[in-house]
C-alpha cells in the first residue's frame, strides 16, 4: 500500500516540475564604444580631446573602459560619468560600475583632455584606441573603436641633405675634374708666352738687329 502512494506521489511531482516554466534567457547585451577625437589630427604641442561614449541595450556589469594612445599626453585629465578614472600620458582607465544601457538611459560619457608633448618626430603614427569590457564580455573579445593618422613629415626626409640650389648645382663638375684647371691653364699659356719672347729679344740682340718697331 506505501509503495503504491510513493509512486503516486513520484508521478505528481515529476509531472509537476515538467509542467513548471523554464526561466525567461538573459535579455542579450549589445554595448558600442565611439571614440570622438577633437581636433582630429592634432599636431606636438597642441591640445585635443578624446570623446568617449556607450550606446546599445541591456545591462554591463563591472565596466571597464580603456583608452590608450600611441603619441604622450601631457596635463591629462579624464573624467567620466558616471564612475572615476586613472591617467597616465598614454593609458587612461576608468570603472563605470554596472551600466544600464537603453533608451531611457543617459548615455554613459568619458572626456579626455590633454596637449601633446611636443617632440613626436614627424611621420609618427597617433592611434587612438578604446576598449570596453564587463563581466558579460569575458567570455568574448571587447568592443573596440579607434581612429588614427600620420604626422606631417617623414624621419627619411627629415635626415636628408637640403637640396642644392640651381646654381650650385651648375657648378657641379664630373668625377676626377677640379674647379682649379682654368686657373692653372692661365698660369701655364702666360709662361709659355713670356718665354718665347724673351727668346726673341736675346736672338736679335746677338745678331745685331734692332728691336721690333724702329726699323
Not at 547585451?29 to 541595450?57: E, W
Not at 568619458?110 to 614627424?122: A, E, K, L, M, S
Not at 581612429?147 to 664630373?174: D, F, I, K, Q
Request: some cysteine; overall charge positive.
Amino acid at each position: 500500500m506505501w509503495e503504491s502512494v510513493a509512486a503516486s506521489v513520484a508521478g505528481m511531482m515529476g509531472a509537476v516540475a515538467v509542467a513548471a516554466p523554464a526561466p525567461p534567457p538573459a535579455p542579450a547585451v549589445d554595448a558600442t564604444p565611439v571614440l570622438t577625437s577633437t581636433p582630429f589630427g592634432a599636431l606636438p604641442a597642441q591640445g585635443v580631446t578624446h570623446t568617449v561614449t556607450i550606446s546599445g541595450r541591456g545591462t554591463l556589469t563591472a565596466t571597464r573602459v580603456t583608452f590608450t594612445t600611441t603619441a604622450d599626453l601631457d596635463g591629462v585629465i579624464a573624467q567620466a560619468e558616471p564612475g572615476r578614472c586613472a591617467a597616465s600620458p598614454r593609458i587612461v582607465v576608468c570603472d563605470l560600475g554596472d551600466l544600464l544601457l537603453g533608451a531611457a538611459a543617459a548615455v554613459p560619457r568619458i572626456t579626455i583632455t590633454g596637449r601633446i608633448r611636443p617632440g613626436v618626430p614627424p611621420g609618427t603614427v597617433v592611434r587612438n584606441r578604446v576598449g570596453v569590457t564587463s563581466a558579460e564580455s569575458t567570455a568574448t573579445d571587447p568592443q573596440i573603436a579607434s581612429n588614427a593618422y600620420l604626422l606631417p613629415g617623414s624621419p627619411a626626409t627629415a635626415t636628408e641633405p637640403p637640396l642644392e640650389s640651381p646654381a650650385v648645382a651648375s657648378e657641379v663638375r664630373p668625377p676626377g675634374r677640379s674647379l682649379r684647371m682654368p686657373a692653372v691653364a692661365a698660369v701655364v699659356v702666360g709662361a709659355v708666352a713670356a718665354g718665347t719672347l724673351l727668346t726673341r729679344r736675346r736672338l736679335r740682340r746677338r745678331h745685331g738687329l734692332p728691336p721690333p718697331g724702329r726699323l
